[in-house]
């Protein structure tokens, strides 16, 4: 009999299933195709003893110990509810679904009440990493009860990344918690990759060979930038077509997909109340891209505008640290007014602790916030962390003067630029909203607060 599940037996469900089976535990696995799963057994080579092909799913939950634990990894929205209704009736009360693909926390909120409701125990379970990290280790955060992730908790910890250690996976809050930490680590890493094309485009813009920049971004990962997004960014403008002969990276549509991770952040910030600006201008750099004509008119409407960027490197890479601090430290803020309004006391030490390894944001930053956070961040802001603000110090001048020059040469560069100005507004102690809210209340009595007294409820003379 199979201690766990997997179905959905795509790059990453087939990932996992191998990683599980390879840390010794019997694993069940299904397919809405079966050839599928038969194909993933023969090419296990070894690990096909752990593994248990099921054609159907009444043999894939017949092949399960009891209380079963399903993990379902197939895409999200309408596929997972399809999935979970064909399990449902074979399914026992106490038995265990894991939802492990990227969904948004607000369906995993409902299907824990749903589920839950019925008798099963359900767990949101966002898994980082990409193909590699699933089957050697992924960073894995888990929201639900705590109870449904006792008994999958070895599991889990098992088959994850492991920093120094210390395993990648933890249960970080209940219901939508786990999807909703997956969802602003993908935000980050929008921002982080969206900041690195930007480097990318002012390299470019100053007529160095992908070569050069491949070089580049591989001693830049030497240094305090050092990540998997800069690392592979080194190998990726390195690789050459093999029919071409060109840099791959020249021969790709400029064209970005996004699968609704960095759009949900963005959304669910907006409703909070709080500003994801970097992962908001990644988004719409991402939607932009999808303006090929558009943009090629506009190229020959406005020619004139585009010249080569000044910006050196040192500062090109004080300037990527300075705003990948801010892209952090907004991610950290959204996750902490998640937390108070859902109520689910988020570790937030722990969320960067277990984003230290597997993960895609990965990054040498990483153990330095986890401290910070752990030390108190004052008014949540990473940005304010005395480690954080020496750092910031040290490389905020040239984030100014990359997005300066970038700015002056026509050289977009929304993501830094977003980050700077959330950095300078934040900074003021008195800034500029004071106009806002007379206006406000010029036009509709909307009121404000005055700075000599106390108490709410101010009109100016313009109401009389
Ligand atoms: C990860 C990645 C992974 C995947 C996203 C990217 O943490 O392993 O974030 O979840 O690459 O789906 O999504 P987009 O297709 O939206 O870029």
Redesign the pocket.
């Known amino acids: 009999m199979a201690r766990i599940g997997v179905t959905g037996m795509g790059t990453?469900g087939a990932a996992l299933a191998l990683n599980m089976a390879d840390n010794g535990f019997q694993v069940a696995i299904h397919n809405r195709s079966p050839e599928r799963t038969h194909e993933v057994v023969a090419e296990a080579g070894g690990l096909s003893g752990n593994l248990t092909p099921c054609d159907t799913n009444e043999d894939f939950v017949a092949a399960l110990d009891s209380p079963r634990a399903v993990v379902i990894m197939v895409p999200a929205g309408g596929p997972v509810d399809q999935v979970i209704a064909g399990l449902e009736p074979l399914l026992d009360p106490g038995d265990l679904i894991i939802d492990a693909g990227?969904a948004d926390f607000n369906e995993t909120r409902r299907r824990t009440k749903e589920l839950e409701a019925k008798g099963f125990r359900f767990l949101g379970v966002?898994?980082?990493?990409?193909e590699e990290?699933?089957r050697i280790g992924?960073?894995i955060m888990v929201g639900g009860s705590q109870s449904a992730y006792a008994p999958v908790k070895d599991i889990i910890e098992a088959i994850s990344a492991k920093f120094k250690g210390d395993p990648c996976a933890d249960w970080l809050g209940p219901d939508g918690a786990g999807h909703f930490v997956?969802t602003v680590?993908?935000g980050i890493?929008?921002a982080d990759?969206q900041l690195i094309a930007e480097a990318y485009g002012i390299l470019q813009s100053q007529g160095r060979t992908t070569d050069e920049m491949a070089a580049l971004f591989g001693k830049w990962n030497q240094g305090a930038l050092q990540s998997y997004l800069i690392e592979i960014t080194a190998e990726v403008l390195a690789a050459i077509d093999p029919e071409s002969g060109k840099p791959v990276v020249d021969i790709i549509l400029d064209k970005?997909?996004?699968?609704?991770?960095?759009r949900w952040t963005v959304i669910e910030a907006l409703k909070l109340g709080q500003s994801a600006t970097t992962v908001e201008a990644a988004v719409a750099a991402?939607s932009w891209s999808a303006g090929l004509e558009m943009r090629a008119s506009a190229e020959a409407a406005f020619a004139d505008v585009a010249s080569v960027a000044m910006a050196s490197e040192d500062d090109l890479e004080q300037a990527l640290l300075a705003a990948r601090i801010i892209g952090y430290s907004q991610g950290l803020s959204l996750l902490s007014a998640a937390s108070d309004e859902f109520e689910w006391s988020l570790d937030l030490a722990r969320v960067a602790e277990i984003w230290r390894a597997g993960?895609?944001?990965r990054s040498a930053l990483l153990d330095d916030i986890s401290a910070s956070v752990r030390a108190g961040l004052p008014h949540d802001q990473l940005i304010l962390a005395p480690a954080f603000v020496e750092r910031l110090s040290n490389s905020v001048a040239a984030l100014r003067r990359v997005v300066g020059v970038a700015i002056q040469a026509g050289q977009p560069v929304p993501a830094m630029a977003a980050a700077l100005s959330y950095f300078d507004t934040l900074r003021r102690a008195r800034g500029t909203a004071n106009l806002i809210q007379a206006q406000r209340d010029f036009f509709g009595r909307h009121s404000f607060e005055r700075l000599d007294r106390d108490g709410s409820g101010f009109h100016g003379p313009w109401a009389d």
Not at 126 to 130: A, D
Not at 256 to 262: E, L, M, R, V
């Open positions: 990453m990227n966002g898994v980082s990493g990409g990290g699933a992924p960073s997956k680590h993908n890493e929008y990759m970005a997909g996004q699968k609704g991770t960095g991402r993960c895609i944001i």
